[in-house]
């Protein structure tokens, strides 16, 4: 696991090249797959690492795993990001999900549908997901998942809808089942600020001109903004616009970009679009987030925009809708959330 440096507010991530994964994967069944990856046979893939969480069991239909909850995970208001829950619960629904398929046989993210219940607090220091699969057809497949607080108090629930399909080079048999290469590690510093100024900073601004002194620099970034990579562009009232590039290190086992990706940057990009129109002393947090996946990112994608706006904007309930694309207008994924306004003081009345 990367190392954390609560005093320096740093943290080293350290992941393997995904390549070797995805050729491992299409030379086994899903459930040797991911039982060598629990076991420490194979690297755990890289945003597992990124994000600080790995997969501990592996069954067929079902899946574990265990994360941290540190502070290089949280959104501008002091708790852990929607989109850390949304990675897990992805996660865990596709490897419960893969460990049913023989080789030959993968799995793509078509939907994945979020309800979150509890907040996931830094103090909580660890979180587990636990998956089981619903219904697994020829082409298509239902697993659900939740994420669970050390109290064993469900914190998120999801449910995934997912494609299956012949993998491109598979099956290998005999002597044509191919050598997987030994894994080459990749490392970054990832630093970031003390989120007591964000906090601060919110609690004496509006949600507009909040969003837009990130956006121009005034302010600084969330960690969870440093740990993923990626920043707002433009801040507008009831829009957002944040930019990524997508790296080796948000890659899944299957050798694509993981879904999570793009549910973090939806999750973020719907936030922003809806903190936009509170008032002073106002934040947010998703009560829901559903995101569609309409074709793979890969490294060679480019630049992502991902375009949050604004749906209704009540005084409890916010909604929020956004797209991510690539800079030719493509859309990759599409998706809407549900957001409860609160006093950032804790006086709401």
């Given at each position: ?12 991530a350290?992941?393997?090249?995904p ?13 040797d ?64 999900l ?63 809808c ?28 990832i ?11 919110a ?13 121009d620099?005034a ?24 930019r990524c ?21 939806v ?45 209704r ?7 929020a ?29």
């Amino acid at each position: 696991m990367p190392d954390v440096s609560a005093e320096a507010r740093r943290r080293t991530a350290r992941w393997a090249d995904p390549a070797p994964l995805a050729v491992a994967r299409r030379a086994q069944s899903g459930l040797d797959f991911f039982r060598a990856i629990a076991a420490g046979a194979l690297p755990q893939p890289p945003i597992y690492d990124l994000l600080g969480f790995r997969l501990v069991a592996a069954d067929p239909g079902r899946a574990r795993f265990e994360g941290g909850t540190g502070e290089h995970l949280l959104n501008p208001f002091g708790t852990v990001h929607g989109g850390y829950a949304a990675t897990l619960l992805d996660s865990a629904c596709g490897v419960g999900l893969q460990s049913t398929l023989p080789q030959g046989r993968g799995t793509a993210t078509i939907r994945l549908e979020i309800s979150y219940l509890r907040p996931i607090l830094p103090a909580m220091g660890r979180v587990t997901c636990v998956s089981s699969l619903i219904h697994a057809g020829e082409q298509v497949a239902w697993s659900e998942a939740d994420v669970l607080g050390p109290d064993g108090k469900v914190l998120a629930r999801g449910r995934g809808c997912f494609a299956v399909f012949p993998t491109e080079a598979g099956p290998w048999s005999g002597d044509a089942r191919p050598d997987i290469p030994a894994p080459v590690y990749e490392t970054r510093e990832i630093a970031w600020d003390d989120p007591a100024i964000l906090q601060a900073a919110a609690r004496r601004m509006t949600g507009f001109e909040f969003i837009a002194a990130q956006a121009d620099g005034a302010l600084p970034l969330a960690s969870i903004h440093k740990s993923v990579n990626y920043a707002p562009v433009l801040a507008e009232r009831g829009r957002a616009v944040y930019r990524c590039r997508p790296e080796t290190c948000h890659y899944n086992p299957m050798g694509g970009v993981h879904g999570g990706l793009a549910a973090i940057l939806v999750d973020t990009a719907t936030g922003a679009a809806i903190q936009s129109a509170q008032e002073k002393g106002r934040g947010g947090t998703a009560v829901t987030l559903a995101v569609d996946y309409f074709r793979p990112i890969t490294r060679d994608t480019g630049d992502l925009l991902a375009e949050g706006r604004l749906v209704r904007a009540g005084s409890r309930i916010g909604i929020a809708d956004a797209e991510v694309k690539d800079a030719k207008g493509t859309v990759y994924a599409r998706g809407s959330a549900t957001y409860l306004s609160f006093a950032l003081n804790g006086s709401d009345a």
